[in-house]
Each structure stands twice: as structure tokens, then as C-alpha cells.
């Protein structure tokens, strides 16, 4: 979260920008600024467009959301199902052999595969930040390849799970 | 006068460490199970149920959960901090996770020591 300060000193630049635009366009031509700061005179011409489904992400955001996304389905999904089944699995040999057939039912494979993939994503693109915070990769370049990478890995290690699953 | 820092409060880095440190755990122990599901050459109910008899590996498992449970609440309170604007609303989310984890390490708990594990 940002400070308040710099909060309040966005928003009002926010509204300066908002004044601005009104008045060039009630006047129908560029108005005199030159009482506004150099800042606001540079920034005024520029849309402000935020629509965070219209702006095409670079790979590194993609990988960076479903991290997220991928650690918010473990935490809610992932961690009980996961304790409900070790669980099943200790409690007998007959849990055991229940636990196998329902983890055999197609519906609960295709849940499983979806795990997985969040599992396996989390872990690499996991390892992909500690090798950030050490100086590794930092560049655009590389930083580009190893979000790419990361997509991949994960995807194909998924696949190859799902293939010995089914 | 008193001479303050303005920039940095240095709150939060505790928790970025964290973040990292129990990922480290969580890593280890993957490729701990993984190595021994290679070595035994697969698990079945036997082999799983004497793996589960072992101390050491009871102590490991809740250390991994311990530290997923942590890198849970990190995680997660992030994501509302980052998301949800309405402070009660954040705080309700915030308190539920908590609540959650706490849950489930009881589970884990049981899981490992109770009368059924």
C-alpha cells in the first residue's frame, strides 16, 4: 500500500489532470497553461487507459498473477483436500483403497491435474523469484526467458503427471 | 530536534524473509517425498503407512506444514491488502485466514499423532 502522502499528492494530481482535460474541451481548443507545473503540462495530452483486460501483459505479469492465483487455489483447495487425503490414506488399508478409487473417478483426476498445475507453477515460478531476489536474471532479457520458462516447465511436468495419472 | 527517517519504515521485511525461508522448507521436503518415491520405487500402503510410523518423518511433515501454513498467511494477506479496499472487509478476510490456518494445523496435528493416523 503507498503511503498516505503519496496518495493524497496522486489524487490530486488526478483531479488536476481531470480539471485540465474540462477545460480544454468546454474551450474546444488548448488552453494557456502556462501557470500549470512542467509535470502536469507534459502529462495532460496522455489518456489515462487502465483497463487491466485491454492492456496487453508482458509474460513476467502473467507468471507473476498466477502465482498469485495459483497460491490463493492452494490455500482455499489444495492444503484441506490434500490433508483430507493423507488422512484417508493413514487411517486404514480400506480408506486406502477408497482413497485410490475416488482419486481414480475422471472428475476428481481432472481436479487433481488442475492442482498439480497449481502446485508445480507456484514451485517454479517460486524458485524463479529467489533467483530474482539473488541478482539473477534481473534483466528484461532473461527476466523474459525465465517467466517463459516457468510457463512452459510447469505446463509439461503437469502433462507429464497427467499422462501417469490416466 | 529528532532526526526521522521518513522513507523505508522497514515494517514488512520480517515477512518477506519469511516468505522465502519457508519456501526453501517447502522445496526441500517436495524433493525429500519425491526421493523417496523414486528410491522405494513407488509407494503403496505398506511402505507409506511405515514411512508415516517414523518419527523423523512425522517431525518433517509438520515443519512442512508449519511452514506452508506461514507462507499461506503471507501470501494471502497480501493478496487482500492488494484487493480489497474496505478496511472491515479486509480485516473480516484477514481474521478468517487466520482462523483457517490455525484450523488446519490442528488437523495436520491430529493427522500426524491422533488416535486414527
Not at chain 2, 517431525?59 to 479496499?85: C, E, N, P, Q, S
Not at chain 2, 478476510?93 to 493416523?117: Q, R
Request: aromatic share 10%.
Amino acid at each position: 500500500m503507498r503511503p498516505l502522502l503519496v496518495r493524497a499528492v496522486a489524487r490530486s494530481r488526478d483531479r488536476a489532470l481531470a480539471i485540465l482535460f474540462l477545460q480544454t474541451a468546454i474551450a474546444g481548443a488548448p488552453m494557456s497553461d502556462s501557470g500549470l507545473p512542467g509535470e502536469l503540462r507534459r502529462a495532460a495530452p496522455r489518456p489515462v487507459y487502465l483497463n487491466l483486460f485491454r492492456i496487453r501483459q508482458p509474460i513476467p505479469a502473467i507468471v507473476s498473477i498466477l502465482h498469485r492465483l495459483s497460491g490463493a487455489i492452494l490455500f482455499l483447495i489444495g492444503i484441506p483436500l490434500l490433508l483430507y487425503a493423507v488422512q484417508q490414506s493413514l487411517a486404514s488399508s480400506d480408506s486406502y483403497a477408497s482413497l485410490q478409487a475416488t482419486l481414480g473417478r475422471p472428475i476428481v483426476k481432472l481436479l487433481l491435474l488442475g492442482l498439480v498445475w497449481a502446485y508445480l507453477h507456484h514451485f517454479c515460478a517460486g524458485i524463479r523469484y529467489l533467483l530474482l531476489d539473488m541478482h539473477i536474471g534481473t534483466e528484461l532479457k532473461p527476466a523474459r526467458q525465465s517467466s517463459f520458462a516457468v510457463l512452459i516447465v510447469s505446463l509439461v511436468l503437469t502433462a507429464i503427471i497427467g499422462a501417469r495419472l490416466w | 530536534m529528532v532526526a526521522r527517517i521518513v522513507v523505508g519504515a522497514h515494517y514488512g521485511w520480517k515477512d518477506w524473509l519469511a516468505q522465502r525461508a519457508t519456501a526453501v522448507v517447502m522445496a526441500l521436503y517436495t524433493l525429500l517425498l519425491l526421493g523417496i518415491a523414486v528410491y522405494r520405487g513407488g509407494i503403496d500402503y505398506a511402505s507409506w503407512t511405515a514411512l508415516f510410523a517414523h518419527p523423523a518423518f512425522r517431525i518433517a511433515t509438520l515443519l512442512f506444514g508449519l511452514a506452508v501454513f506461514w507462507h499461506a498467511w503471507i501470501g494471502m494477506r497480501d493478496i487482500w491488502m492488494d484487493y480489497v479496499k474496505p478496511a472491515s472487509l479486509r480485516l473480516t478476510l484477514e481474521v478468517l485466514t487466520v482462523l483457517v490456518l490455525v484450523a488446519y494445523a490442528a488437523w495436520l496435528v491430529e493427522v500426524l499423532w491422533g488416535p486414527a493416523g
